[in-house]
Protein backbone atom coordinates (compact mmCIF):
# COMPACT_ATOMS: atom_id res chain seq x y z
CA UNK A 1 0.00 0.00 0.00
CA UNK A 2 1.37 3.08 -0.78
CA UNK A 3 0.83 6.90 0.99
CA UNK A 4 0.15 9.27 -0.52
CA UNK A 5 0.52 13.19 1.16
CA UNK A 6 -2.08 15.45 0.10
CA UNK A 7 -0.59 19.02 0.07
CA UNK A 8 -3.47 21.47 -0.40
CA UNK A 9 -3.64 25.35 0.40
CA UNK A 10 -6.30 27.41 0.90
CA UNK A 11 -6.37 31.17 0.73
CA UNK A 12 -7.59 33.88 -1.83
CA UNK A 13 -6.44 34.88 -5.26
CA UNK A 14 -5.32 38.03 -6.36
CA UNK A 15 -8.34 38.87 -8.30
CA UNK A 16 -10.55 37.80 -4.93
CA UNK A 17 -8.65 40.69 -3.02
CA UNK A 18 -9.24 43.06 -5.61
CA UNK A 19 -12.71 42.55 -5.48
CA UNK A 20 -13.02 42.61 -2.08
CA UNK A 21 -11.24 45.76 -1.62
CA UNK A 22 -13.38 47.56 -4.19
CA UNK A 23 -16.20 46.72 -2.13
CA UNK A 24 -14.97 47.73 0.85
CA UNK A 25 -14.22 50.99 -0.79
CA UNK A 26 -17.70 51.75 -2.34
CA UNK A 27 -19.12 51.04 1.20
CA UNK A 28 -17.05 53.32 2.92
CA UNK A 29 -17.71 55.91 0.08
CA UNK A 30 -21.69 55.30 0.22
CA UNK A 31 -21.23 56.07 3.91
CA UNK A 32 -18.68 58.40 3.89
CA UNK A 33 -21.12 60.16 1.66
CA UNK A 34 -24.13 59.79 4.15
CA UNK A 35 -22.44 61.23 6.65
CA UNK A 36 -21.44 64.48 5.00
CA UNK A 37 -24.92 65.02 3.94
CA UNK A 38 -25.91 64.64 7.24
CA UNK A 39 -23.35 66.60 8.91
CA UNK A 40 -24.77 69.64 5.95
CA UNK A 41 -28.16 68.66 7.02
CA UNK A 42 -27.55 69.46 10.18
CA UNK A 43 -25.80 72.33 9.80
CA UNK A 44 -28.38 74.07 8.25
CA UNK A 45 -31.02 72.94 10.25
CA UNK A 46 -29.05 74.06 12.58
CA UNK A 47 -28.75 77.94 11.01
CA UNK A 48 -32.87 77.45 10.14
CA UNK A 49 -33.37 77.11 13.90
CA UNK A 50 -30.62 80.51 14.99
CA UNK A 51 -32.36 82.48 12.36
CA UNK A 52 -35.48 81.83 13.65
CA UNK A 53 -34.35 82.25 17.08
CA UNK A 54 -33.38 85.80 15.99
CA UNK A 55 -36.37 86.74 14.58
CA UNK A 56 -38.25 85.48 17.28
CA UNK A 57 -36.67 87.62 19.83
CA UNK A 58 -36.65 90.55 17.31
CA UNK A 59 -40.27 90.85 16.76
CA UNK A 60 -41.19 89.76 19.84
CA UNK A 61 -39.94 92.95 21.34
CA UNK A 62 -39.87 95.36 18.60
CA UNK A 63 -43.67 94.33 18.13
CA UNK A 64 -44.46 95.14 21.72
CA UNK A 65 -42.59 98.67 22.19
CA UNK A 66 -44.40 99.51 18.65
CA UNK A 67 -47.75 99.22 20.00
CA UNK A 68 -47.30 100.85 23.14
CA UNK A 69 -45.35 103.51 21.23
CA UNK A 70 -46.85 107.49 21.96
CA UNK A 71 -49.01 105.28 24.81
CA UNK A 72 -49.17 106.78 28.65
CA UNK A 73 -51.16 105.08 31.27
CA UNK A 74 -54.25 107.55 31.17
CA UNK A 75 -54.68 108.43 27.70
CA UNK A 76 -54.50 111.50 27.70
CA UNK A 77 -53.26 113.91 25.03
CA UNK A 78 -51.90 116.79 26.36
CA UNK A 79 -48.56 116.55 27.56
CA UNK A 80 -46.13 119.07 29.98
CA UNK A 81 -42.60 118.98 29.07
CA UNK A 82 -40.25 120.46 32.39
CA UNK A 83 -37.24 118.91 31.15
CA UNK A 84 -34.19 121.01 30.71
CA UNK A 85 -33.47 122.01 26.49
CA UNK A 86 -36.34 118.80 26.41
CA UNK A 87 -36.95 120.15 22.79
CA UNK A 88 -33.11 120.14 21.39
CA UNK A 89 -32.88 116.18 22.80
CA UNK A 90 -34.34 113.20 20.50
CA UNK A 91 -34.78 110.88 24.16
CA UNK A 92 -36.50 113.95 25.85
CA UNK A 93 -38.81 115.28 23.26
CA UNK A 94 -42.36 114.35 22.78
CA UNK A 95 -43.42 116.31 20.38
CA UNK A 96 -41.19 114.42 18.24
CA UNK A 97 -44.13 111.89 18.16
CA UNK A 98 -44.57 108.22 19.62
CA UNK A 99 -43.04 106.84 16.28
CA UNK A 100 -39.85 108.69 14.35
CA UNK A 101 -38.98 106.85 11.59
CA UNK A 102 -35.25 107.30 9.38
CA UNK A 103 -34.97 105.82 6.01
CA UNK A 104 -31.73 104.09 4.70
CA UNK A 105 -30.18 107.96 3.86
CA UNK A 106 -31.30 109.78 7.02
CA UNK A 107 -29.07 110.03 10.06
CA UNK A 108 -30.36 108.36 13.46
CA UNK A 109 -29.48 111.52 15.87
CA UNK A 110 -26.64 110.55 18.01
CA UNK A 111 -25.21 107.72 15.90
CA UNK A 112 -22.86 107.00 13.57
CA UNK A 113 -23.23 105.43 10.33
CA UNK A 114 -20.29 103.11 9.46
CA UNK A 115 -18.22 99.53 9.62
CA UNK A 116 -17.04 100.04 12.90
CA UNK A 117 -18.41 97.63 15.94
CA UNK A 118 -22.13 98.93 17.03
CA UNK A 119 -22.23 101.59 14.13
CA UNK A 120 -25.63 101.43 11.89
CA UNK A 121 -25.16 99.74 8.44
CA UNK A 122 -25.32 102.31 6.18
CA UNK A 123 -28.51 101.91 3.64
CA UNK A 124 -30.50 99.95 6.70
CA UNK A 125 -33.84 101.65 8.09
CA UNK A 126 -33.95 103.00 11.85
CA UNK A 127 -36.40 103.74 14.26
CA UNK A 128 -37.32 105.93 17.66
CA UNK A 129 -40.05 104.68 19.75
CA UNK A 130 -41.30 107.10 23.00
CA UNK A 131 -43.79 105.42 25.66
CA UNK A 132 -44.78 106.26 29.12
CA UNK A 133 -46.65 102.34 29.24
CA UNK A 134 -44.31 99.84 28.45
CA UNK A 135 -43.79 99.28 32.52
CA UNK A 136 -46.05 99.07 35.70
CA UNK A 137 -46.02 102.10 37.54
CA UNK A 138 -47.28 103.43 40.63
CA UNK A 139 -50.21 105.26 41.84
CA UNK A 140 -49.58 108.83 43.07
CA UNK A 141 -51.75 109.08 46.35
CA UNK A 142 -50.66 113.41 46.88
CA UNK A 143 -49.22 115.70 45.13
CA UNK A 144 -47.83 118.83 47.03
CA UNK A 145 -47.13 121.43 44.47
CA UNK A 146 -45.10 123.63 46.66
CA UNK A 147 -42.50 121.36 47.56
CA UNK A 148 -42.11 119.15 44.21
CA UNK A 149 -43.12 116.05 45.91
CA UNK A 150 -45.38 113.20 45.42
CA UNK A 151 -46.60 110.50 47.96
CA UNK A 152 -47.04 106.87 46.03
CA UNK A 153 -49.18 104.14 46.76
CA UNK A 154 -46.08 101.47 47.44
CA UNK A 155 -42.88 101.23 49.51
CA UNK A 156 -41.77 99.41 46.26
CA UNK A 157 -41.78 101.41 43.59
CA UNK A 158 -38.05 101.43 41.98
CA UNK A 159 -37.49 104.99 41.18
CA UNK A 160 -34.36 106.47 42.12
CA UNK A 161 -32.93 110.13 41.55
CA UNK A 162 -32.40 110.80 37.68
CA UNK A 163 -35.38 108.61 36.62
CA UNK A 164 -37.33 110.13 33.97
CA UNK A 165 -41.10 109.56 34.46
CA UNK A 166 -44.17 110.55 33.10
CA UNK A 167 -47.21 111.25 35.59
CA UNK A 168 -50.53 111.98 34.24
CA UNK A 169 -54.18 111.57 35.10
CA UNK A 170 -57.60 111.95 32.91
CA UNK A 171 -57.02 115.81 32.11
CA UNK A 172 -52.90 115.68 31.53
CA UNK A 173 -49.58 114.59 31.74
CA UNK A 174 -46.39 116.00 32.33
CA UNK A 175 -43.00 114.51 31.85
CA UNK A 176 -39.93 115.18 34.77
CA UNK A 177 -36.81 113.81 36.28
CA UNK A 178 -37.17 112.77 39.82
CA UNK A 179 -34.52 114.73 41.96
CA UNK A 180 -34.62 112.70 45.22
CA UNK A 181 -36.81 109.05 45.97
CA UNK A 182 -37.47 107.91 49.73
CA UNK A 183 -38.77 104.52 49.62
CA UNK A 184 -39.90 104.51 53.12
CA UNK A 185 -41.85 107.21 53.02
CA UNK A 186 -43.24 106.84 49.82
CA UNK A 187 -42.32 110.41 48.52
CA UNK A 188 -40.81 111.19 44.71
CA UNK A 189 -39.24 114.60 44.76
CA UNK A 190 -39.59 116.62 41.01
CA UNK A 191 -37.35 119.66 42.52
CA UNK A 192 -35.32 122.20 39.92
CA UNK A 193 -31.89 122.42 40.20
CA UNK A 194 -30.72 119.05 40.26
CA UNK A 195 -29.72 116.08 37.48
CA UNK A 196 -29.19 116.00 34.33
CA UNK A 197 -31.14 117.32 32.16
CA UNK A 198 -32.71 118.49 35.43
CA UNK A 199 -36.31 120.21 35.91
CA UNK A 200 -36.95 124.03 34.52
CA UNK A 201 -39.68 124.31 36.67
CA UNK A 202 -41.60 122.94 39.62
CA UNK A 203 -45.07 123.63 38.07
CA UNK A 204 -46.51 120.52 35.81
CA UNK A 205 -49.39 122.13 34.07
CA UNK A 206 -50.00 122.19 30.53
CA UNK A 207 -48.99 124.40 28.91
CA UNK A 208 -45.71 124.09 30.09
CA UNK A 209 -44.31 127.23 31.76
CA UNK A 210 -40.14 127.45 32.02
CA UNK A 211 -39.84 131.76 32.88
CA UNK A 212 -39.76 130.71 36.80
CA UNK A 213 -39.28 128.10 39.34
CA UNK A 214 -42.91 127.92 40.68
CA UNK A 215 -44.15 127.42 36.73
CA UNK A 216 -47.65 126.45 35.92
CA UNK A 217 -48.65 124.90 38.67
CA UNK A 218 -51.01 121.43 38.47
CA UNK A 219 -51.61 119.02 40.82
CA UNK A 220 -51.67 115.39 40.33
CA UNK A 221 -53.30 114.63 43.46
CA UNK A 222 -55.54 111.25 44.08
CA UNK A 223 -55.12 108.48 41.66
CA UNK A 224 -52.76 109.47 39.31
CA UNK A 225 -50.19 107.56 37.79
CA UNK A 226 -46.24 107.68 37.48
CA UNK A 227 -44.43 105.60 34.98
CA UNK A 228 -41.34 105.44 33.99
CA UNK A 229 -40.57 107.34 30.18
CA UNK A 230 -38.98 104.78 27.39
CA UNK A 231 -37.70 106.13 24.51
CA UNK A 232 -35.22 103.48 22.24
CA UNK A 233 -33.92 103.51 18.89
CA UNK A 234 -33.44 100.08 17.00
CA UNK A 235 -31.22 100.01 13.81
CA UNK A 236 -28.47 97.11 12.12
CA UNK A 237 -25.10 97.86 13.41
CA UNK A 238 -21.99 95.55 12.72
CA UNK A 239 -21.31 93.11 15.29
CA UNK A 240 -17.46 92.48 16.92
CA UNK A 241 -17.78 88.79 15.25
CA UNK A 242 -17.47 90.46 11.63
CA UNK A 243 -21.57 89.65 10.62
CA UNK A 244 -24.52 92.01 11.68
CA UNK A 245 -26.84 92.31 14.22
CA UNK A 246 -29.99 93.91 15.44
CA UNK A 247 -29.40 96.78 18.29
CA UNK A 248 -31.73 98.66 20.34
CA UNK A 249 -30.59 102.30 22.71
CA UNK A 250 -32.95 102.81 25.16
CA UNK A 251 -32.91 106.08 26.94
CA UNK A 252 -28.96 107.66 25.04
CA UNK A 253 -27.57 104.23 26.33
CA UNK A 254 -24.95 102.18 25.12
CA UNK A 255 -26.27 99.62 22.61
CA UNK A 256 -27.31 96.78 23.28
CA UNK A 257 -27.22 93.66 20.87
CA UNK A 258 -30.41 92.50 20.79
CA UNK A 259 -30.31 89.82 17.84
CA UNK A 260 -26.94 88.37 16.00
CA UNK A 261 -27.44 87.42 11.94
CA UNK A 262 -29.63 90.24 11.02
CA UNK A 263 -28.76 91.81 7.64
CA UNK A 264 -30.69 94.13 7.15
CA UNK A 265 -33.73 96.08 8.66
CA UNK A 266 -36.31 98.00 6.19
CA UNK A 267 -39.59 99.89 7.78
CA UNK A 268 -42.37 100.90 6.19
CA UNK A 269 -45.47 103.03 7.51
CA UNK A 270 -49.28 103.00 7.21
CA UNK A 271 -50.66 106.16 8.02
CA UNK A 272 -54.30 107.71 7.76
CA UNK A 273 -55.91 111.11 7.47
CA UNK A 274 -58.35 111.67 10.06
CA UNK A 275 -60.08 108.84 10.31
CA UNK A 276 -59.38 107.00 7.29
CA UNK A 277 -56.04 104.49 6.37
CA UNK A 278 -54.49 105.25 4.00
CA UNK A 279 -54.16 102.45 0.52
CA UNK A 280 -50.66 101.34 1.56
CA UNK A 281 -47.70 101.10 3.46
CA UNK A 282 -45.31 104.14 2.96
CA UNK A 283 -41.28 104.63 3.30
CA UNK A 284 -40.24 107.22 6.09
CA UNK A 285 -38.98 109.77 3.52
CA UNK A 286 -42.47 109.97 2.13
CA UNK A 287 -44.16 111.03 6.17
CA UNK A 288 -44.74 114.63 5.71
CA UNK A 289 -43.23 114.94 9.64
CA UNK A 290 -43.40 112.82 12.35
CA UNK A 291 -44.96 115.53 15.46
CA UNK A 292 -48.15 114.51 17.53
CA UNK A 293 -50.22 116.91 15.49
CA UNK A 294 -48.80 115.92 12.01
CA UNK A 295 -51.78 115.60 9.06
CA UNK A 296 -50.59 112.20 8.17
CA UNK A 297 -50.88 109.93 11.36
CA UNK A 298 -48.78 107.04 11.79
CA UNK A 299 -51.30 103.90 12.41
CA UNK A 300 -48.68 100.84 11.91
CA UNK A 301 -45.28 99.74 10.94
CA UNK A 302 -44.50 96.81 8.68
CA UNK A 303 -41.17 95.11 9.81
CA UNK A 304 -39.28 93.68 7.23
CA UNK A 305 -35.86 91.61 8.62
CA UNK A 306 -33.05 90.24 6.21
CA UNK A 307 -32.14 87.34 8.86
CA UNK A 308 -28.99 85.21 7.86
CA UNK A 309 -27.23 82.57 8.93
CA UNK A 310 -23.68 82.33 11.42
CA UNK A 311 -22.44 79.94 8.98
CA UNK A 312 -22.09 79.09 5.23
CA UNK A 313 -24.29 76.20 4.91
CA UNK A 314 -26.12 77.08 1.52
CA UNK A 315 -25.73 75.29 -1.43
CA UNK A 316 -23.32 77.75 -3.04
CA UNK A 317 -21.10 78.05 0.06
CA UNK A 318 -23.10 81.10 0.81
CA UNK A 319 -24.84 81.91 4.20
CA UNK A 320 -28.48 81.23 4.20
CA UNK A 321 -30.77 84.54 4.09
CA UNK A 322 -33.98 84.90 4.54
CA UNK A 323 -36.58 88.20 4.47
CA UNK A 324 -38.80 87.85 7.13
CA UNK A 325 -41.92 90.03 7.34
CA UNK A 326 -44.31 91.43 10.80
CA UNK A 327 -47.03 94.20 10.49
CA UNK A 328 -47.68 95.78 14.03
CA UNK A 329 -50.19 98.38 14.93
CA UNK A 330 -50.27 101.06 17.20
CA UNK A 331 -52.45 100.46 20.31
CA UNK A 332 -52.14 104.29 21.54
CA UNK A 333 -52.50 106.21 18.38
CA UNK A 334 -56.38 106.94 18.55
CA UNK A 335 -55.33 109.48 21.23
CA UNK A 336 -53.59 111.21 18.82
CA UNK A 337 -55.64 113.99 16.93
Known amino acids: MTNKRVNSQAGLTLIELMIAMALGLLLLLAVTTIFLSQRQAY ?5 LAHMQDSTRVAFELMAR ?3 EAGGNACGTRLVANVLNDADGSVWHDWERGGVEGFDGETVLPGL ?14 ALILRSASLHEGVIITDHHTTSAQFKVNTTAHGFIPGDIVMVCDYRQAAILQ ?6 SSRTIVHNTGAGTPGNCSKGLGFPTDCGSVIGNEYSFEGNGFMNRLTVTAWYVGNNARGGRSLYRIVNGGAPQEIAEGVADLQLSYLTRTGSVPADDYVDADAIDG ?14 VLQVESRERVGVD ?4 NRPLVHAVSLRHREIVQ
Open 43 to 47: RVNEG
Open 65 to 67: EIR
Open 112 to 125: TTGTGTEERVSGTD
Open 178 to 183: ITNANA
Open 290 to 303: WENDASAQVIGVRV
Open 317 to 320: AERL
